[in-house]
Nanobody
Framework: QVQLVESGGGLVQPGGSLRLSCAAS????????MGWYRQAPGNERELVAD???????NYAESVKGRFTLSRDSATNTLYLEMNNLRREDTAVYYC????????WGQGTQVTVSS
């Protein structure tokens, strides 16, 4: 069983930045794939960025050059640094871990608005 706890969401103006954190209850070196997804009202959940164990980050086209995925194995935490935020980035952001069993966090709201 893997528990994931997200934090770092909030309200930010367009052009602003936020950093999301996902703390895992197990060593992230044992997790095959981890990533961030988001779901806006009326939309399906979509991939934002993910990474395989030992691999490089993979980003959705809409966030390339603005978002950065990173991980800290010492604290078992996955991060998503979000810069130059746009209104269309507004969504609930979820952390996902595949061991390969599928685990999701509870989500954290990101609202981009002036």
């Amino acid at each position: 069983q893997v528990q994931l706890v997200e934090s770092g969401g909030g309200l930010v103006q367009p052009g602003g930045s936020l950093r999301l954190s996902c703390a895992a209850s197990t060593s992230i070196t044992m997790i095959a794939r981890m990533g961030w997804y988001r779901q806006a009202p009326g939309n399906e959940r979509e991939l934002v960025a993910d990474i395989e164990r030992g691999g490089s980050p993979n980003y959705a086209e809409s966030v390339k050059g603005r978002f950065t995925l990173s991980r800290d194995s010492a604290t078992n935490t996955l991060y998503l640094e979000m810069n130059n935020l746009r209104r269309e980035d507004t969504a609930v952001y979820y952390c996902r871990a595949q061991t390969p069993r599928d685990y999701w966090g509870q989500g954290t709201q990101v609202t981009v608005s002036s």
